[in-house]
């Protein structure tokens, strides 16, 4: 049985220093909160803690010149999160590399998929 080609992902993590990295968990958790207005249901809809969630973000702050996160408490009003241009920013530069790469490396994973040997009933 072939494989799948939809089955087939591709990843990118960039390595920027020794605890600066940028891959697709922080940009999911980046566009989860854009979407949510949450870090807290962000980090739900990944099955991550909230704990989690908040380093992620305290990380991804700390590692760009501008912060890629803004927060605001609870209370009465509630509290939430919203994406920085920074942000936007960043998420649009990960997203576009990874699309370059996806589209420059297609042959060699078609190439790479065709060697793969095949499972039998899919199992």
Do not use: C
């Not at 760009?64 to 009465?76: D, E, I, K, N, W």
């Not at 997203?95 to 199992?123: Q, S, V, Y």
């Amino acid at each position: 049985m072939p494989h799948d080609p939809e089955e087939t992902r591709f990843r990118i993590r960039l390595v920027f220093g020794p605890d600066e990295m940028m891959g697709p968990g922080k940009a999911e958790l980046l566009e989860r909160i854009a979407q949510t207005g949450s870090i807290a249901a962000a980090g739900r809809e990944m099955g991550m803690s909230y704990k989690r969630a908040w380093q992620l973000v305290e990380t991804m702050n700390a590692m760009f010149r501008a912060p890629l996160v803004h927060s605001t408490r609870g209370g009465p009003r509630g509290g939430g999160a919203v994406i920085t241009e920074t942000g936007h920013a960043v998420l649009a530069e990960y997203r576009g590399l990874e699309a370059e790469a996806r589209n420059a490396g297609a042959g060699h994973l078609d190439r790479l998929r065709a060697l793969l040997r095949d499972i039998p009933d899919g199992k």
